[in-house]
């Protein structure tokens, strides 16, 4: 296992359109998170999955934002009819629920709407 | 709800040499824990080190210590004997304790500090 990963790297969409993300978080963690990152700021939490149950959601996660994690093992960050400012990057990170919980995120996926 | 303030945008440091990067936050919790993040240009955060609240020694892995004050909510990050492959983009990051405080384990971040050592 290499860690979390994160496809696709870089996304280029025009305005309007619906783009989909996937992450595939460490085998054994069961805590999956969603956050999003916009240039000069940290990241900020979107939601996050505990197994299957998506179990929190930031009000920053619009009507337009759905994320699923279907079995308990990837995720899907879907945006539809993306806007201008969608255009950031998704990062994704998994953890374990008890014992050592810090979070290991992967490489992000970029998404530019033009 | 938390917030979590890195006041120093920038900052550079020679080779060899020690610097330490500032974070404050703000809580009303007495139970979380606190994390300094690194993101290199090839953007993958990792973990630099992590400190529990209700343990007052300060944390320290290898070139990197932190000095927690918890009565002030002061979080600083130093770097010894700086290297070339320190330079990225640094995050301080606050969590409530998951099972003390029933909440994930979400984080909150600070805007970061762009660190860069030069020769």
């Known amino acids: 296992d290499t860690g979390v990963s994160q496809d696709p790297r870089h996304k280029i969409t025009k305005r309007g359109q619906n783009v989909t993300f996937r992450c595939d978080p460490i085998?054994?963690?069961?805590?999956l998170y969603w956050y999003r990152q916009t240039l000069g700021q940290g990241p900020e939490f979107l939601t996050y999955f505990q197994n299957e149950a998506q179990l929190e959601k930031s009000r920053l996660l619009s009507d337009r934002f759905s994320a699923e994690r279907p079995k308990g093992s990837f995720s899907t960050l879907e945006i539809q009819r993306t806007e201008q400012g969608d255009s950031a990057m998704y990062l994704c990170a998994s953890s374990l629920a008890t014992g050592r919980t810090e979070a290991f995120f992967g490489q992000g996926t970029r998404l530019t709407v033009v | 709800a938390q917030t979590v303030t890195q006041s120093q945008p920038e900052m550079s440091v020679q080779e060899a040499e020690t610097v330490t990067l500032s974070c404050t936050y703000d809580t009303s919790e007495s139970n979380y824990y606190l994390f300094w993040y690194k993101q290199p240009p090839s953007r993958q955060m990792i973990l630099v080190i992590r400190q529990e609240a209700y343990k007052q020694q300060n944390a320290t892995e290898n070139r990197f210590s932190v000095n927690f004050q918890k009565a002030a909510k002061s979080f600083s990050l130093k770097i010894s004997d700086s290297q070339l492959g320190d330079t990225a983009m640094y995050f301080c990051a606050f969590m409530k304790h998951p099972l003390l405080t029933g909440g994930g384990n979400k984080l909150t971040f600070g805007t970061g500090t762009q660190l860069k050592v030069e020769l």
């Open positions: 085998s054994e963690h069961n805590r």
